[in-house]
């Protein structure tokens, strides 16, 4: 077999979101992205373009072998995640198969999504607010049967909330601090009422910070534990912290029965290592685009599962072109999976980007279509309009 050739790696940037073309000397093109708000990691992306060059996209992990030292904690696996989820879908397109086909194959044949960023979420930081939101995202046409809210230091509702931690609620800072009682009654309150509305029919996730003490975190999984949530996610460390904190998170896991969860922020299955292997929480939720791309994601979520682990997947801001690949990869993970975190996706997205299913989402779940690759083609007339004078993309 003859081999392909790498001829240009590309990436522009629309409505924040980086987008990532690679070229070969065969005429296909791989398509790719990074989460929203990356416009600074564009030229993280054409740095790897010399390491790329020549190589045959096909071999995936040959080709990886080559950049994926170079990468780290989110944001910056970012780069290093967006080029393997391209060459995946230059694989398969070369192939004629859906990516899943080429991990091994498909699992499911639709994959459950749990919505954190769609429909209006609360817009205040009292128990109403959060009751009125979950009253209305409840009966979205899309019929999700997952719910994620922020409380707690995620959002900054512990900035709003006057007393609510001993620390620094000022704008620019990663809070952190022990939360008071006042605090940890009023997140409580928040979480009662988000139940009240979704009681038993639909699951209930709350993202807390990071920036919880290990003694908070655990009085407020205790304090919870009869409302059967499906996780408290990152508490003590996550989003963007530059490591884990293996310990803290056992020593609360450990001690409650509501599920702890990380693990958006954190860099390849070496990363993760310690955290399954030490059974220190019990979800995780890496992100394709932040963790390597999808086949180090497939390896991660294998590796939970033999530990007794389970797995949601994040992806809140990961667009239309991350979301194809969640897709994929999500098809094929063991029976670990719940549900991976449905992108926001701003009206933008269906016009620069075709094939997937439209309407997307159906009574929570999304069909896994069977097109090449990732399944998705930019619209690049539509794209052209959006893209800033001068800029090379399309040429
Ligand atoms: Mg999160």
């Given at each position: 077999?003859?081999?392909?050739?790498?001829?240009?790696?590309?990436?522009?940037?629309?409505?924040?979101?980086?987008?990532?073309?690679?070229?070969?000397?065969?005429?296909?093109?791989?398509?790719?992205?990074?989460?929203?708000?990356?416009?600074?990691?564009?030229?993280?992306?054409?740095?790897?373009?010399?390491?790329?060059?020549?190589?045959?996209?096909?071999?995936?992990?040959?080709?990886?072998?080559?950049?994926?030292?170079?990468?780290?904690?989110?944001?910056?696996?970012?780069?290093?995640?967006?080029?393997?989820?391209?060459?995946?879908?230059?694989?398969?397109?070369?192939?004629?198969?859906?990516?899943?086909?080429?991990?091994?194959?498909?699992?499911?044949?639709?994959?459950?999504?749990?919505?954190?960023?769609?429909?209006?979420?609360?817009?205040?930081?009292?128990?109403?607010?959060?009751?009125?939101?979950?009253?209305?995202?409840?009966?979205?046409?899309?019929?999700?049967?997952?719910?994620?809210?922020?409380?707690g230091?995620?959002?900054?509702?512990f900035?709003?909330?006057?007393?609510s931690f001993?620390?620094?609620?000022?704008?620019?800072?990663?809070?952190?601090?022990h939360v008071t009682e006042r605090g940890l009654k009023h997140a409580i309150n928040?979480?009662?009422?988000?139940?009240?509305?979704?009681?038993?029919?639909?699951?209930?996730?709350?993202?807390?910070?990071?920036?919880f003490?290990?003694?908070a975190?655990?009085s407020l999984?205790?304090a919870?534990?009869?409302?059967?949530?499906?996780?408290?996610?990152?508490?003590?460390?996550?989003?963007?912290?530059?490591?884990?904190?293996?310990?803290?998170?056992?020593?609360?896991?450990?001690?409650?029965?509501?599920?702890?969860?990380?693990?958006?922020?954190?860099?390849?299955?070496?990363?993760?290592?310690?955290?399954?292997?030490?059974?220190?929480?019990?979800?995780?939720?890496?992100?394709?685009?932040?963790?390597?791309?999808?086949?180090?994601?497939?390896?991660?979520?294998?590796?939970?599962?033999?530990?007794?682990?389970?797995?949601?997947?994040?992806?809140?801001?990961?667009?239309?072109?991350?979301?194809?690949?969640?897709?994929?990869?999500?098809?094929?993970?063991?029976?670990?999976?719940?549900?991976?975190?449905?992108?926001?996706?701003?009206?933008?997205?269906?016009?620069?980007?075709?094939?997937?299913?439209?309407?997307?989402?159906?009574?929570?779940?999304?069909?896994?279509?069977?097109?090449?690759?990732?399944?998705?083609?930019?619209?690049?007339?539509?794209?052209?309009?959006?893209?800033?004078?001068?800029?090379?993309?399309?040429?």
């Amino acid at each position: 077999m003859m081999d392909m050739k790498i001829t240009d790696l590309k990436c522009t940037v629309v409505e924040g979101y980086p987008i990532v073309r690679i070229d070969t000397d065969e005429g296909i093109s791989g398509l790719s992205q990074l989460e929203f708000n990356r416009d600074y990691n564009k030229p993280q992306v054409l740095f790897y373009k010399r390491f790329l060059l020549g190589q045959d996209p096909r071999n995936v992990e040959r080709v990886m072998l080559r950049i994926r030292h170079l990468g780290g904690f989110k944001p910056w696996g970012s780069a290093v995640s967006a080029i393997e989820v391209a060459l995946w879908d230059i694989a398969g397109k070369a192939a004629g198969l859906p990516v899943y086909r080429l991990l091994g194959g498909k699992i499911r044949d639709r994959v459950r999504v749990y919505n954190t960023g769609t429909g209006p979420g609360p817009k205040g930081w009292a128990p109403e607010d959060y009751a009125e939101s979950a009253r209305k995202k409840k009966s979205l046409p899309e019929g999700f049967t997952i719910f994620k809210y922020a409380i707690g230091f995620h959002g900054r509702m512990f900035a709003q909330v006057p007393g609510s931690f001993y620390g620094e609620p000022e704008e620019g800072y990663r809070l952190r601090g022990h939360v008071t009682e006042r605090g940890l009654k009023h997140a409580i309150n928040c979480i009662r009422a988000l139940k009240e509305v979704f009681g038993d029919e639909c699951g209930l996730a709350i993202d807390c910070g990071p920036g919880f003490s290990p003694q908070a975190a655990l009085s407020l999984a205790k304090a919870v534990e009869p409302l059967n949530l499906l996780w408290l996610e990152d508490l003590i460390t996550g989003d963007y912290t530059p490591y884990t904190a293996v310990e803290a998170f056992r020593l609360v896991s450990s001690n409650t029965t509501t599920p702890i969860h990380t693990g958006e922020q954190i860099y390849l299955r070496y990363g993760f290592k310690d955290l399954i292997e030490k059974n220190a929480v019990d979800v995780i939720g890496p992100d394709p685009l932040d963790d390597g791309g999808i086949a180090e994601l497939k390896w991660i979520a294998e590796f939970a599962d033999l530990h007794g682990i389970l797995i949601a997947p994040h992806g809140v801001g990961d667009g239309m072109i991350g979301l194809a690949a969640l897709i994929q990869v999500c098809a094929t993970l063991p029976q670990n999976y719940i549900a991976f975190e449905m992108p926001r996706l701003d009206s933008f997205w269906y016009e620069i980007v075709e094939g997937l299913p439209n309407p997307l989402v159906k009574e929570g779940f999304i069909e896994v279509p069977d097109k090449p690759g990732l399944g998705v083609e930019l619209n690049e007339k539509a794209l052209r309009k959006r893209l800033p004078e001068g800029d090379d993309f399309l040429s």
